[in-house]
């Protein structure tokens, strides 16, 4: 009996379910749980009926009962679930909170909800099936007029100068240990990472490449552009991205640099992705540096996303003075027998 319960743990761990650890990681982030907790607190009436979208071990939906709900509906396929259920009944919460363990898009509820409070995300708000989890939860459990938090995400990026970031891939260069390994380089920087990137490594202003409104969202496929252009020279080695939550309209936090005008709370628990482009570049003044974001969710990975990056570095004639096309689909060379 031991050996089967340790086998399906192993299962679980394989597959990439969030642990105990993980989950009090999250909630030891005082930029995210305290933004969350103003929201919840703002939105929570008594009465109120709430739906706890990943619920994970179950925090949000025991403090939506301190605030006044009258009933949580608490739903995640994760196992930690089971450490939910003991968190109620050691709370006095075990007959408000009803836990369902599955997929969200596979559950009825007996009744409509007031409140439907969220965090999917992974590094990025393009994660698994966070997007289509939210929407079909809204549009089957949420009653007219009933709040989401959060309301939207707001996807943010800027050129940055990370030697933190560069370090995954420097192996492949000319010279490692007296071999050419260069070869590698144009697969291993189709990958993305998530190195500390600090603030003042951003060698250009943060711009907004695409929104996430929760409240009317229903394609799981994000894409947007920007550019940079101006006076001021400067560098690259690719692009750092990150999001910042709206949770309500006065409750917010991000996970990337703070910002005149953005959120006040910083959130460590998410990271910022770092893209590289193929090769370093040099803005000069009057170039422009533009580029084009797409994430796609590909069911061949498991529901994950793959992303495309495309850059192009012109100067004030319009003479390109590079470009790339970059994917986490060219991160592999093909097979010469798949080629045939």
Known sequence: MAWSRFSKLLKAVSVGEYSVYHFGDMLADPGRVDAYLQALHQAVRPGSIVLDLGTGTGFFALKACDFGASKVYAIDPNSSIELARELAAANGRAEQIEFIQAMS??????????LIISDLR????????????????????????????PLRDELWCAPVRTQAGLEAYSVWTSEFHGLDMSAGSK???NVWNAPRI???????????????????????????SVSWSGEDAFAADGLCLWF???LSENASFTSGPTRPGGPTRTANTYRRAFYPFLESVQVEPGDELSVSIRGQRTDGLGGDYSWR????????????????DQSTLLSMPISRSKAR
């Open 309 to 324: 990056w495309t850059t192009t570095l012109s100067d004030r004639a319009g003479i390109v003075k590079a470009a790339f």
């Open 198 to 224: 600090q603030s003042s490594d951003l060698t250009a202003m943060p711009q907004r490449w695409s929104v996430l409104d929760y409240e009317t969202i229903s394609d799981v496929n994000v894409s947007g």
């Open 105 to 114: 898009t596979d559950v009825e509820l007996p009744e409509q909800v007031d």
């Open 122 to 149: 992974g590094i990025t708000p393009l994660y698994g099936r966070h997007i289509d989890s939210i929407s079909d939860a809204r549009d089957r459990f949420l009653s007219e007029g009933g709040t989401l938090i």
């Open 244 to 246: 910042e939550a709206i």
């Open 187 to 189: 697969y291993a920087r």
